[in-house]
């Protein structure tokens, strides 16, 4: 069952990558997940250059096997007036208040992090493994990164995506399903015409492109890894998965609103960053569901102050909870344990179909 293409392409022992997640992964969750024979990936999407820098750094010292490094692939921005963006601080006021932080100065909100040099980085550090989502890379930077060796992996969340991004040249697609938690990863027509269930996307990304595709969305365990690859999938990417186990950085809080979370208890929202995501609804999703926001990234610059604050003391309230729609699903082993159960449930799955 553990051999194909993208087994051979990745250099992994298992078809499973442990999905990239700015913010809620770390270094020590990638490295476990990679020596444990899966692709373990960093969503570096809100790391300076240097702190890239020192993340695979890090992540070398900790393990020698292949892993992934992750980030938007954002078309240049228009940024916002400095009149709309005092106007959103204004509307924010209560939280920075309620947290007793200050809210980000104009520049703050307009300067975001450079894209080119984050990308160089990662260029420079030769990873095995790229891996993009929200947009197609510039010509440029795919054509830098295939001359160095990198794997290339896009996220399509449409046909229409899928068939870009091999025209592109990726090596692998990952095609996001509607169950999935965190960023949506549309970049062609609006997110709302692309919350496609995984089980319809598979099949019909799989008869249009060449590469290897990738399935994300709601997998939780064995038996919907052998569903994923019944359907043509050649692997999965899995991340509320990994939000749980014990190599996780986040919030005991947290993880036990993953585990307790029903499939009608998540919803996609805008009011954390300003672009589509599916986390936990939560009191500050509701109080901001007619809010006026600024398009992402800008509108996440403005709730980073207050998410930090509540991310450090547990207040699940008023900070984003990225999860799919089968968090409860969620388990709280160490890495190792929970992939060996994995495939275990997968082997048992592909041998023993379920029937009427």
């Known amino acids: 069952m553990f051999t194909n293409r993208l087994i051979d392409l990745l250099k992994i022992d298992f ?16 490295a476990a997940c990679s020596n444990a024979g899966i692709l373990g990936s960093l969503g570096a999407q809100y790391l300076t250059p240097s702190e890239i820098e020192a993340s695979i750094k890090r992540i070398r010292t900790l393990t020698d096997k ?24 204004a509307q924010l006021k209560p939280y920075y208040d309620k947290f007793e932080v200050s809210p980000p100065s104009i520049d703050e909100v307009i300067n975001q992090i450079d894209p080119d040099k984050q990308l160089q980085v990662i260029l420079d550090a030769k990873v095995p493994v790229f891996s993009f989502t929200l947009g197609v890379l ?27 991004l091999e025209k592109a040249g990726v090596h692998a697609i990952c095609v996001q399903g509607a169950e999935a938690g965190g960023h949506r990863g549309t970049f062609i027509d609006d997110y709302r015409k692309s919350m496609i269930e995984l089980k319809s996307l598979i099949p019909q990304v799989v008869n249009v492109v060449s590469v290897p595709v990738i399935a994300a969305g709601g997998i939780m365990n064995g038996s919907n890894i052998a569903a994923a690859r019944a359907l043509g999938a050649s692997g999965v990417q899995m991340g509320t998965a990994f939000l749980t186990v014990e190599e996780s950085a986040i919030h005991l809080n947290y993880k036990n609103a993953v585990c307790n979370n029903d499939p009608d208890s998540t919803t996609v929202t805008l009011a954390f960053s300003g672009g589509a995501a599916r986390g936990i609804d939560n009191l500050y999703i509701r109080e901001n569901m007619d809010a006026d926001l600024l398009p992402f990234p800008f509108q996440n610059a403005l709730t980073k102050p207050f998410r930090k604050i509540a991310n450090q003391r547990g207040d699940i309230e008023y900070t984003n909870l990225w999860c799919g729609q089968s968090g409860k699903l969620a388990r709280k082993l160490k890495v190792k344990d ?12 592909a041998c023993n179909p379920a029937s009427d």
Request: glycine residues 4%.
């Open 15 to 30: 078809p499973i990558i442990q999905a990239p997640m700015a913010g809620s992964d770390s270094a020590e969750l990638v």
């Open 66 to 89: 292949p892993f992934a490094m992750n980030l938007f692939a954002l078309e240049t921005l228009q940024a916002p007036s400095a009149q709309s963006i005092e106007k959103a601080i």
């Open 138 to 164: 510039s010509a440029h930077w795919m054509e830098a990164f295939r001359k160095n060796g990198t794997i290339l992996i896009g996220t399509a969340t449409n046909i229409k995506e899928a068939i870009a």
């Open 338 to 349: 929970l992939v060996t159960e994995l495939l275990a449930e997968a082997n048992s799955a």
